[in-house]
Structure formats: structure tokens, C-alpha cells
């Protein structure tokens, strides 16, 4: 496979400001309809370029490699910034963590949208997704259940299903987002709505007596 900016040149000043609308458009339009609903012609008009343009610094598998790392940069920087390091794994680190998935979500929805909907089915994008950023955030949250699972916040059982029960519904409510607004007139894909739901899943399984 081509790396993510195979076949990107480097551009003149006003070469990346035009580099920058295509991958932001970009962004958006995989998010909202997957790699293979998205063409090089709907990323044009999307940011306002000739189709030219844009396959003068991409092919459409760069110009998606190059999208997701400069969205998980921007997501990294994020937790980076926040991330609550030297705490003692307990119900509230794993509420703060959740209310840093949840802003970093709100913030960057593509950052749930694109692995929502390139993970349905096998395909390069999901194992590339998996082997350069997805799985190291997986992994993160693993050890903090593994580290709370040997104080006893949580019960026994497998992490990676602890870790689906707490992130599926932030995953749920802004990829389907129109759905679940629709059905119950109200929007669902806010941090006060995610953070009411993330609370009711903490307090299913961790034992009640543990702050």
C-alpha cells in the first residue's frame, strides 16, 4: 500500500491552504459515507477545487490515510493535553477518562465515525485503522480495566467487554446520531447526553460501595 501521502507533493503557500479544504472536506464526507461512497469529484466540490487539485497531491487511498492521521494527530494532542496521569485507577479516573472520550467525540466525531463505519466489515482501511491508531487506544483503556479490576472497582470478566459496554453508547449516538433524533425528537450526540448515559453504564458495574 501507498503511505499516506504517497504521491503528496510539497506545495506552494497557496498549494496548502488548498491541501487543508480537501482534507477537511475529506473528512467529513468518509465520515458521513465510508470510503467507498466518496469520490475524488465529491472531495473536489466539498472543498471548493478542481478535481485536479486534488489528484495532483493524492490518490484517493492517500487522501484517506492522510485524513485519518491528521485527524488522530488532532485527537492525540487532545488527550495528550489532558490525559490524567499518576492517578490511582478508580470510579473517578474512569470518569474522567470517559469525559475526555466523550469531548474528544463531540469535538472530532469523525474520530468515532470513520472506525464506526470502516469497522463493520474486514477491508485494508480497518486493519490499517487497527495497526495505527485504534488498537494503541484500545490498548490504553485496557490497562486502566486491568488496573481496576485488580482493586476491585469492577468485577471479574473479560475487559475488552467492559470496555465495548462504556464506549458503545458514545459510538452509537454520534454515528447514528440522526436516527435516535428523529425517533425521540431530541438530539443525543451532545457531552450532556453522553456523559447521563456514561454514568447509568458506571453505575451497572462498579460495585456501589467504591468511589
Sequence with gaps: MDSPVARHRTPNLRGKRATALVIEAATRLFAERGYNGVSIADIAAAAGVAKPSVLYHFDKEG??????????????????????????????????????????????????????????????????????????????????????????????????????????PVNVFIAQAAMWGRAYDRQFDTADMLKQQTRLTLDLIIRPDII
Design 63 to 168: 487522501l484517506w490515510k492522510a485524513c485519518v492521521e491528521t485527524l488522530w494527530d488532532e485527537v492525540g494532542r487532545f488527550f495528550d493535553e489532558r490525559w490524567p496521569h499518576g492517578v490511582a485507577p478508580s470510579r473517578a479516573l474512569l470518569e474522567t477518562i470517559l469525559d475526555l472520550f466523550i469531548e474528544a467525540s463531540v469535538t472530532y466525531p469523525a474520530y468515532v465515525r470513520i472506525p464506526f463505519i470502516e469497522g463493520a466489515t474486514p477491508s485494508w482501511r480497518s486493519e490499517w485503522l487497527v495497526d495505527r491508531h485504534f488498537g494503541r487506544h484500545v490498548r490504553s483503556t485496557d490497562r486502566v480495566i486491568r488496573a481496576l479490576q485488580a482493586r476491585g472497582v469492577i468485577g471479574p470478566g473479560e475487559p475488552a467487554h467492559y470496555q465495548a459496554l462504556m464506549s458503545s
